[in-house]
């Protein structure tokens, strides 16, 4: 059984999943796993890796971008109740990649990683906490639900991928100033959605 590791920030994040890469070349890392590691009451983390996933090259196979969109629906809905556990569709917990290739990106990662947690840390922590929380989690829902039509344009769709990022590491490091970052990505979002479709 893996061991649960605490996740705060981005490097604790890769460790987490670099933890998870003790295999062969050939060995496969599933979500499910991954949960395990981070614990499956982490809305923060796990809404900071399907964010980090999102805006990552996996997504230009065809359909993925809304696959990651909608999955992020699912969570923020859960987080917007309070749902104690998250729960996702076993399609996605049985979602794999290849651990020569988890491990190349994070340890490619690990120099971003490093210089992004030198500048977070526990700010404005009511953000974080019921009500405000609940803004966040609409937040979110928007995230997810602008992905859809952007999706149709290339390289928009990395606008709310963000957001989510931040949001995910924001409640993650209980950092309401990212959380505020994300709002304004957001914002940003919804703006080229107007501009692009009216």
Same mark, same amino acid.
């Given at each position: 059984?893996?061991?649960?590791?605490?996740?705060?920030?981005?490097?604790?994040?890769?460790?987490?999943?670099?933890?998870?890469?003790? %295999?062969?070349?050939?060995?496969?890392? $599933?979500?499910?796993?991954?949960?395990? +590691?981070?614990?499956?009451?982490?809305?923060?983390?796990?809404?900071?890796?399907?964010?980090?996933?999102?805006?990552?090259? !996996?997504?230009?196979? *065809?359909?993925?971008?809304?696959?990651?969109?909608?999955? $992020?629906?699912?969570?923020?809905?859960?987080?917007?109740?309070?749902?104690? $556990?998250?729960?996702? *569709? #076993?399609?996605?917990?049985?979602?794999?990649?290849?651990?020569?290739?988890?491990?190349?990106?994070?340890?490619?990662? #690990? *120099?971003?990683?490093?210089?992004?947690?030198?500048?977070?840390?526990?700010?404005?922590?009511?953000?974080?906490?019921?009500?405000?929380?609940?803004?966040?989690?609409?937040? &979110?829902?928007?995230? !997810?639900?602008?992905?859809?039509?952007?999706?149709?344009?290339?390289?928009?769709?990395?606008?709310?991928?963000? !957001? +989510? +990022?931040?949001?995910?590491? %924001?409640?993650? !490091?209980?950092?309401?100033?990212?959380?505020?970052?994300?709002? &304004?990505?957001?914002?940003?979002? %919804?703006?080229?959605?107007?501009?692009?479709?009216?």
């Amino acid at each position: 059984m893996a061991r649960r590791s605490q996740v705060h920030n981005m490097s604790s994040l890769l460790d987490a999943l670099e933890g998870e890469t003790d %295999g062969g070349a050939e060995a496969k890392v $599933t979500v499910r796993q991954i949960l395990e +590691v981070i614990g499956r009451r982490a809305y923060g983390p796990l809404l900071l890796i399907v964010g980090l996933i999102s805006i990552s090259p !996996a997504t230009i196979i *065809p359909g993925a971008t809304w696959a990651f969109a909608t999955l $992020t629906l699912v969570i923020a809905i859960q987080l917007l109740f309070h749902r104690k $556990t998250p729960w996702m *569709p #076993r399609s996605a917990l049985d979602m794999s990649l290849s651990e020569q290739k988890l491990r190349g990106f994070v340890q490619a990662a #690990r *120099p971003t990683a490093k210089f992004i947690d030198t500048l977070i840390r526990p700010r404005l922590q009511f953000l974080t906490q019921a009500p405000a929380v609940f803004l966040i989690a609409l937040l &979110i829902m928007a995230a !997810a639900l602008v992905t859809y039509p952007l999706g149709l344009i290339p390289v928009l769709p990395i606008i709310p991928g963000l !957001a +989510v +990022v931040l949001f995910g590491l %924001g409640l993650t !490091a209980r950092d309401g100033i990212l959380l505020s970052l994300g709002a &304004i990505v957001m914002a940003g979002a %919804g703006w080229l959605l107007y501009t692009r479709m009216f």
